[in-house]
């Protein structure tokens, strides 16, 4: 019955794109584990499950579902006769799931570390626990990177992704292995983005080519995806614009692109970027439309991978804004800016800190100099504690090149250089 339906159970299933039959295989590995002996759980006791026909599983399988997921039972949707159903998760504030994620991530960056288990110790059947377990890994890694910046987490990224390879030899089936090759590629994409962002560009750029060679034994659509927009930033970081639009535009032809209109915007705002810096003003204002109109046709509502919970409505006013600013529209681009920053999370510590620096930025190309210094100064109270990454690094040293060249008195840019040079040189 569909009004019985389990829609938190089915919300994470479809998150970590888990099979009827995978899930059923990882209860009763998990069973075996506690009780010596193997479960009894079929295809058909998972569709019982999600259909609602069974509210309240057995003792074991309970344990066991708590045991595969790290989710109390109530919190994947059962409850006991007699109790109300509970809310669909998909009503869920994404605020809320964002801070839950948080939660879950160590504070620090060793707690962030997916540790390796020695080759004498690993499992000789590896299926669907082991990529839950992993996956994981990828979402507090991503999660950190989000709070402070992925500065110090590459290695642990590149951790994670030797050990997908490694148990991806003792995959029980065909789609186990897939998909531990799938999680190579996020965990080695992962280091790379930690580069881009630090300014590590060679190294980062030998990952990417390392991340799509195994997204492509994974058959993964969307780990390519995520490659060729890694791809597209680190070419324009390296101001190689041309390069930039060709993997944007490599991004919008993968087939999540083609079939998912959140990845296809992105794929359009990235592309709108490389024009922009090409200097092609009339393609840059015709993808973001293209951009625009694709989030708009997307439901926000739906679970998607890690790596892309970053892009939404905020986002795409922060790459709005940069695309403005570069062709020259910068009132257009602090309006777009603003709007960026109402709509963006708190716990998204780094974007608020980079979308504050365009809005700097923007202020300044339209001759607020007193307003732009005010804003610019604010990036190191959103960062306090944290390292500033590469990119907000030249971004500043973008905005302190402009203000000597814009402004009226050499003793404005000086003081402004002078107030924050302590606190650019100990983040």
């Not at 990224?157 to 148990?167: M, S």
Request: one cysteine or more; a positive charge; hydrophobic letters at 45%.
């Amino acid at each position: 019955m569909v009004e019985n339906r389990n829609w938190r159970l089915s919300a994470w299933m479809t998150e970590r794109q888990m099979s009827t039959a995978e899930l059923a295989g990882a209860v009763n590995d998990a069973i075996c584990k506690f009780t010596g002996k193997a479960g009894t759980t079929s295809e058909r006791t998972v569709w019982r499950w999600l259909s609602g026909q069974s509210q309240w599983p057995q003792e074991r399988q309970r344990r066991a579902l708590e045991t595969v997921t790290g989710l109390m039972i109530t919190d994947l949707g059962f409850l006991p006769r007699g109790k109300p159903t509970p809310v669909p998760a998909l009503s869920e504030d994404p605020d809320v799931r964002r801070r839950q994620l948080l939660g879950a991530a160590a504070s620090t960056a060793a707690a962030a570390a997916i540790p390796s288990t020695p080759a004498s110790a690993r499992p000789s059947h590896v299926g669907t626990a082991d990529v839950i377990r992993l996956r994981t890994g990828v979402e507090r890694l991503v999660a950190l990177d989000a709070e402070r910046g992925g500065h110090g987490l590459d290695k642990a990224a590149l951790n994670g992704a030797a050990e997908a390879l490694a148990l991806q030899q003792k995959a029980a089936t065909q789609r186990v292995r897939k998909r531990l090759f799938g999680l190579a590629s996020d965990f080695t994409a992962t280091a790379a983005w930690f580069q881009v962002d630090t300014g590590r560009l060679d190294s980062a750029g030998r990952h990417l080519d390392r991340a799509l060679t195994l997204a492509g034994l994974a058959q993964d659509s969307e780990a390519a995806m995520r490659v060729w927009n890694l791809r597209a930033m680190l070419a324009r970081q390296d101001c190689n614009y041309t390069e930039a639009v060709a993997a944007s535009q490599a991004a919008q032809s993968t087939a999540v692109a083609r079939t998912s209109p959140l990845h296809a915007s992105l794929a359009h705002a990235r592309t709108a970027i490389g024009f922009a810096h090409s200097g092609d003003e009339r393609s840059a204002i015709g993808f973001l439309g293209r951009a625009e109109d694709a989030l708009s046709k997307a439901d926000l509502t739906q679970p998607r991978s890690a790596w892309i919970a970053f892009y939404g409505p905020a986002e795409l006013y922060s790459l709005t804004a940069i695309v403005r600013d570069v062709v020259g529209h910068p009132v257009q681009a602090e309006a777009a800016s603003h709007r960026a920053l109402a709509a963006l999370p708190e716990s998204y510590r780094r974007n608020r800190a980079h979308t504050t620096a365009w809005l700097a930025l923007a202020q300044l190309h339209q001759g607020d100099v007193e307003q732009a210094c005010a804003t610019s100064g604010t990036i190191f109270t959103i960062m306090s504690g944290a390292a500033l990454p590469g990119r907000m690094r030249q971004l500043l040293g973008d905005f302190q090149r402009d203000l000597i060249a814009r402004a009226s008195s050499a003793h404005i840019a000086h003081e402004w250089t002078d107030r924050y040079r302590n606190e650019w040189s100990k983040s």
